[in-house]
């Protein structure tokens, strides 16, 4: 299996206390709320509250993250930075210029800056075109004329990414699902982006094809100086490729720090609960105690999120004031934002306040003797919150705003490729071991 490479810390990144360079994307209170109708009158009867409330910032060649289980919103945030999806409320700057609600037309000059990778190598490519075609589109879309044609400037593409360039008149299905993602990575490389928002690129993949994609971003982000926003559910690949974590919980952002300060002293009690479903598999551990959170109960539904900490249903930690006020996101440490009124590793916000009664949580020592055990374990976490999708679903909320077939999503494709992006969704991959073996520092 292919090993994951040593990342080198980007430069930008290193002055995470907000003293770095000027952001390249800065986020301000973002909110996508989709509307429930009823009716033939379509009369809204309600929201999924998918994001709610979003601010923070990008800065250039740094790659950051953003974990979380299922339903918490991350995908539709990224929709939103890129404008696929247009916010509810909120801004969202780009190079100092706003995009919030910029024009199809306006925007256009912008998607060359702006790309996204998608999850599913399957669905993302259009079977019908060559992957010259494929990963040629941009350059027709944007009336861009390379200096050396199309053709060349594709195939040298095809080769940065590890592909070889003879293969441009194949068609997807020629191609393994690690190679598809490489050729989606060209195309959205085609046009030299600033910024690429990649979303859970891997999670569909082999776990033996994981680690190479991963180095692959890793070495293009060296080489061309890009920018990354990772989305992805796998706290080991999260790990290993960003240099700032953003935790999100049912829509809001609920931890954001750079990695080190993150993996070695988590303060939201959420994060916590995630990295401890974790499997490390370093026999120099076996035998050691571990505390293992296993959050009870499912992810309320985003439909009709708890008041105050959104959280606090399922925190063992939750007082009186959690379940009425909702914690502000504060920079409790340096580089280090949470918002919690109970932090771990930190002072506490809310001392003496009464604790509600939290039966919905056990915290339990385990010896971590079985990586493999562990990692069910994990699983078992991560499937407990599928609930809200399920829940919103059944409420059927208006997907209006969502591209419904690769077509459609095609029109909406930053790139404007028309390859049919569907952004679909895989099943959920078990944390990679692979990448807990050389986490990055
Ligand atoms: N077009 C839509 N219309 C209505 N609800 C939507 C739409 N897109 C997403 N949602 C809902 O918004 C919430 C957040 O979804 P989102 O896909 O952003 O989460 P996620 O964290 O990316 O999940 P996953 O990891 O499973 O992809 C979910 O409850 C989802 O059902």
């Known amino acids: ?45 309600g929201a999924v509250q998918a994001v709610d409330g979003l601010t923070f910032d990008v800065r250039p060649g740094e790659t950051l ?42 925007l256009r000059p912008m998607r060359r800056d702006i790309q996204m990778i998608f999850q599913d190598p399957y669905g993302s490519l259009n079977p019908r075109h060559t992957v010259g075609g494929i990963v040629g589109t941009p350059f027709r879309l944007q009336g861009v004329k390379p200096q050396d044609g199309v053709k060349a400037e594709v195939q040298r593409l095809l080769e940065l990414v590890g592909l070889n360039p003879e293969h441009y008149n194949r068609y997807p299905h020629e191609f393994s699902g690690g190679q598809r993602q490489r050729i989606g990575i060209a195309r959205a490389l085609a046009l030299k982006p600033k910024l690429v928002v990649a979303d859970e690129p891997v999670s569909a993949l082999d776990v033996s094809i994981q680690a190479q994609v991963v180095n692959l971003l890793d070495d293009l982000q060296d080489e061309l100086g890009l920018t990354y926003m990772i989305i992805a559910h796998d706290l080991s690949v999260i790990r290993h490729v960003s240099d700032r974590i953003a935790v999100m919980y049912l829509g809001k952002i609920v ?23 974790v499997p490390v598999p370093d026999p120099r551990r076996r035998g050691a105690k571990s505390d293992r959170i296993l959050l009870k109960g499912d992810v309320p539904s985003p439909i009709s999120p708890p008041t105050g900490c959104r959280f606090h249903t ?22 280090h934002q949470v918002a919690c009124h109970h932090p771990e590793n930190g002072e506490d916000l809310a001392p003496g306040d009464a604790p509600l009664v939290a039966d919905v949580i056990t915290v339990k020592s385990t010896a971590a003797t ?14 407990e919150a ?6 919103a679903e059944a409420a059927a909320p208006e997907a209006s705003e969502a591209p419904a077939t690769p077509e459609e999503s095609a029109e909406a494709a930053p790139d404007g490729d028309g390859d049919g992006e569907s952004g679909g969704k895989a099943s959920a991959a078990t944390p990679s071991e692979a990448s807990e073996d050389s986490p990055k520092e």
Do not use: N
Not at 81 to 89: A, C, Q, S
Not at 370 to 383: K, L, S, Y
């Open 370 to 383: 079985a990586p493999a055990a562990e990692a069910d374990e994990a699983g078992t976490v991560a499937e």
């Open 65 to 106: 993250g953003v974990v979380g289980e299922s339903g918490c919103g991350k995908s539709t945030m990224g929709r939103l930075v890129t404008r696929l999806l247009e916010p509810t409320g909120g801004k969202v700057e780009f190079q100092g210029r706003d995009i919030t609600h910029m024009s199809a037309g306006k």
């Open 386 to 391: 599928t609930e809200p999708e399920a829940s």
């Open 314 to 335: 399922r925190c063992w930690k939750a007082t009186k004031i959690c379940g009425t006020t909702e914690p502000p996101l504060l920079q409790l440490k340096t580089g």
């Open 1 to 45: 299996m292919t090993e994951l490479k040593k990342k080198t810390p980007a430069p930008a990144a290193a002055g995470s206390d907000g003293s770095g360079p000027e952001p390249l994307l800065k986020v301000d209170g973002l909110v996508k709320h989709f509307p429930i109708t009823k009716g033939i009158l379509k009369r809204k009867v």
């Open 255 to 277: 931890e954001l720090a750079d990695r080190k300060s993150l993996y070695e002293a988590p303060m939201h009690p959420y994060t916590k609960a995630l990295m401890s479903a």
